[in-house]
């Protein structure tokens, strides 16, 4: 488990100096550029690119998991079960419409820049979180809840002993999820004036410059992959502490 965690810290690090390698990127991307063709996004360096677009994942999945993780537990309390439906059908709303239409929805209101991209990147990544937590809560036998309450427990030692350690491959595996998606959906969001790897995949796609979207789009696949697998070895170690 050590050693994975520390091949998975490798991965990560090896890949920001890869992202460093401005020049690198350029000669590498120049044979697939066509002549009259930048083969590399000029106004920013790839690096540049990688930080704007992980700060927008990071932000928008902090508050997936400050937002999504409380109102799982609390719609599964007893005092918060007459608000299922209600949260499972609102936060069915952000993946009802496509992510542009969820990044335009907020424009009027916070006008072009990072918050709009923020807010509506977590409206998207919502769902897989709070599905995950309402699986891993809800599925707790009641005969088990029943006997530790027969043993003295609480109403917090119960949820902390007993439901949390039996949910957690379920909320991680929805957190997983939302992580994902919004690395994913991200490439959207220079859309409403904010930047990212999304830039030279758009830049490219209004050009019809094939090098342009690889910048773009080869990093964000890594990312992806390497973000996977760091929540995937995250439940291992956390599952068995739990």
Request: charge should be positive; aromatic fraction near 10%.
């Amino acid at each position: 488990m050590r050693r994975q965690g520390l091949l998975l810290l490798a991965a990560w690090l090896g890949s920001f100096w890869l992202f460093a390698q401005q020049s690198g990127w350029k000669h590498a991307l120049s044979y697939v550029a066509s002549k009259n063709q930048t083969p590399i996004f000029e106004r920013n360096t790839l690096w540049e690119l990688v930080w704007q677009h992980l700060n927008l994942c990071l932000f928008s999945m902090l508050l997936v998991m400050i937002i999504g993780l409380p109102l799982a537990l609390f719609v599964t309390r007893s005092y918060g079960k007459p608000f299922l439906g209600l949260v499972s059908n609102t936060v069915n709303i952000g993946q009802i419409f496509p992510p542009t239409a969820v990044l335009f929805l907020f424009l009027p209101i916070f006008g072009f820049g990072p918050t709009a991209a923020i807010i509506a990147l977590f409206i998207y990544g919502l769902l897989p979180t709070v599905r995950g937590g309402l699986l891993g809560l809800s599925t707790i036998p009641e005969d088990q809840s029943n006997a530790a309450l027969g043993c003295g427990m609480n109403a917090w030692q119960i949820l902390w002993r007993l439901e949390f350690p039996q949910a957690l491959p379920s909320i991680l595996a929805g957190l997983r999820t939302s992580l994902i998606l919004i690395i994913a959906t991200a490439t959207v969001a220079p859309l409403v004036g904010t930047g990212g790897l999304g830039v030279p995949i758009i830049a490219g796609l209004s050009t019809n410059n094939v090098a342009l979207v690889l910048e773009g789009a080869l990093p964000v696949a890594l990312i992806a992959v390497l973000a996977d697998m760091t929540v995937r070895w995250l439940e291992q170690v956390l599952v068995r502490w739990a």
